[in-house]
């Protein structure tokens, strides 16, 4: 696609930063990625293949770019991540290398039995790195954020809303205190690229210190893993060495997660209207019914 055919909104705000990150560097054609909340293009230009990232309406209100910026650059250096060209920690503008034959993951590819073992040797790397990046990703503060959110948007929380929280925090408060390690937090199907026979985990935008529980049942919770795909993932995180307790953390975080991504779902409502009212109900209704089958547990 030609420059001209974007906005132009988009071509003025690409071409800014290729000034500041490619100075010197021509544009030949761009491609719109796709992205919850940011819009991010693949660039062709005559140094070479890019991704730039322009930050969405109102992430202001929920990212700490300064925060991400830390673990995008750690993420790099480990491998995980794809190399960075530049990062701009108060705009959130970030340019990144383009990965050669890149294949954005789905629900579906991620359930495939290669990527399953990438994917759990990419979280193992990632947790096991004893990096601490100081990020506190605290599940009930941030809770609280997007509540205020959407309150002050005058928008309405969710049936059981009360009942479905006050157990959350209960639990969240009154649980065994498990040990921290760098988490990525959001690892959904899009966040995953393949390129050739390695996998990528890129955007890490709430990546902090976390319990690797919670990296694991996200990937489960995004790609709609069955008790089969769990299985396999967890037996290659773990290399067959699971606990009770373990297993135990990875189903219960399937609430927290739905929890507060549905939350954050319905404060980005404010800013993106009806698809992301569908998308928080759509989280929350599978809150209700993953509550019912584990009840044992709570």
């Known amino acids: 696609m030609a420059m001209e055919k974007l906005s132009q909104r988009d071509r003025s705000e690409l071409s800014k930063l290729q000034e500041h990150a490619l100075p010197g560097a021509r544009i030949t054609g761009v491609e719109r990625l796709g992205g919850l909340t940011n819009r991010s293009f693949h660039v062709f230009t005559d140094q070479g293949e890019f991704v730039f990232r322009l930050?969405?309406?109102?992430?202001?209100?929920?990212?700490?770019?300064?925060?991400?910026?830390?673990?995008?650059f750690l993420a790099?250096?480990?491998?995980?991540?794809?190399?960075?060209?530049y990062f701009n920690a108060k705009t959130g503008l970030k340019v990144s290398?383009?990965?050669?034959?890149?294949?954005?993951?789905?629900?579906?590819?991620?359930?495939?039995?290669?990527?399953?073992?990438?994917?759990?040797?990419?979280?193992?790397?990632?947790?096991?790195?004893?990096?601490?990046?100081?990020?506190?990703?605290?599940?009930?503060?941030?809770?609280?954020?997007?509540?205020?959110?959407?309150?002050?948007?005058?928008?309405?929380?969710?049936?059981?809303?009360?009942?479905?929280?006050?157990?959350?925090?209960?639990?969240?408060?009154?649980?065994?205190?498990?040990?921290?390690?760098?988490?990525?937090n959001d690892p959904l199907c899009e966040n995953w690229i393949k390129s050739g026979d390695r996998m990528y985990l890129v955007d890490w935008e709430?990546?902090?210190?976390?319990?690797?529980?919670?990296?694991?049942?996200d990937v489960s919770i995004e790609a709609a893993y069955g008790n089969d795909e769990d299985q396999m993932l967890l037996e290659a995180y773990y290399e067959g060495s699971m606990t009770e307790e373990e297993y135990a953390d990875f189903a219960l975080n399937k609430i927290y997660i739905d929890f507060l991504w549905s939350l954050w779902g319905r404060a980005r409502q404010v800013y993106e209207g009806e698809p992301m009212r569908l998308y928080a109900d759509f989280r929350y209704n599978r809150l209700l019914k993953n509550i019912l089958a584990i009840r044992f547990l709570l």
């Open 76 to 85: 790099s250096d480990l491998g995980i991540d794809t190399e960075i060209v």
């Open 206 to 217: 709430y990546a902090g210190m976390n319990a690797a529980s919670w990296d694991l049942a």
């Open 97 to 184: 290398r383009y990965l050669d034959q890149a294949v954005t993951m789905n629900a579906t590819t991620l359930r495939d039995p290669e990527n399953i073992v990438l994917v759990a040797e990419i979280l193992h790397k990632l947790h096991d790195s004893g990096q601490d990046t100081g990020i506190v990703f605290d599940i009930l503060d941030m809770a609280m954020h997007y509540e205020k959110i959407v309150h002050d948007g005058g928008l309405y929380f969710f049936e059981q809303y009360e009942d479905v929280r006050a157990m959350v925090i209960d639990h969240l408060e009154k649980g065994p205190d498990r040990p921290k390690v760098t988490c990525h």
């Open 55 to 72: 930050p969405g309406e109102g992430t202001e209100n929920l990212i700490d770019r300064h925060d991400e910026r830390i673990s995008t």
